[in-house]
Structure formats: C-alpha cells, structure tokens
C-alpha cells in the first residue's frame, strides 16, 4: 500500500531552523514530483515548495523563498524540506504531496491542484 510518512516536526525559537522529511513507500517514487504544503487552521493547504521528478528544478512559494530549500534522495525514497530563519507564521501542519502527473516538470509542480496524494501531517511550531 502507497504511503507517505511525514516526520521532523516540533517546535523551535524564531530564527531557528527544522527539517522535515517525507518517507515514501509501497509505490513508485522516482517517477513523480513531489512537494510540501502547509496548513492553518480552518484555512485551505497552500503550497510551499515543490520538486519535480528528476530533482533539477525546484518552486517556493513567496514565503519560502530564501529559507526553504526541498530536496529528494530517489535511493532512499525521501523527499526533506529544510526551513530555516523560521518565524511564528511558519506555524502550521505540514504535509507532503506526490504530483499526480507522471514525469512531473516544472510547470506541474507549481500547481497545488496538481497534486493528489498525501501524508498525514507534521506540526511546526514556531515560538516568538
């Protein structure tokens, strides 16, 4: 059975850093984009960052450019996204996506409609 299993959560100071990983499993990574969203509550996911299939070519949303950087392991079948100069609004539950288009490419990744499978949330707490 597919899975995507979220870990890396916690809390931390303003302008402290976390990782987040992604653990994929029971279906066929390599070949999708993949990408993280984040959650507030009563609010719709947004889009964070995004990586398509091959790894070349990343997106951010506006907040997260400069202080986020996604990456994926097609060995190990992870996808990690490093957040750091965190600030209270990066407080939210976390989740990662697989694209639903195969060979995801750059324009694919950057559409939160895009993407159709997800785990089940990390909590970030950023404290003031």
């Known amino acids: 059975q597919e899975q995507l299993q979220e870990s890396g959560g916690g809390v931390v100071q303003a302008g402290g850093s976390l990782r987040l990983s992604c653990q994929a499993s029971?279906?066929?990574?390599?070949?999708?984009?993949f990408g993280w969203f984040r959650q507030y509550p009563g609010k719709d996911r947004e889009l964070v960052a995004g990586?398509?299939?091959?790894?070349?070519?990343?997106y951010y949303s506006d907040s997260a450019k400069g202080r986020f950087t996604i990456s994926r392991d097609n060995d190990e079948n992870t996808v990690t996204l490093r957040m750091n100069s965190l600030k209270p609004e990066d407080t939210a539950v976390y989740y990662c996506?697989?694209?639903?288009?195969?060979?995801?490419?750059?324009?694919?990744?950057?559409?939160?409609?895009?993407?159709?499978?997800w785990g089940q949330g990390t909590q970030v707490t950023v404290s003031s």
């Open positions: 990586i398509t299939w091959t790894g070349y070519v990343t």
């Open positions: 996506a697989r694209n639903s288009q195969l060979q995801s490419g750059s324009r694919a990744i950057r559409n939160p409609d895009n993407y159709n499978f």
């Open positions: 029971g279906g066929i990574f390599s070949n999708y984009g």
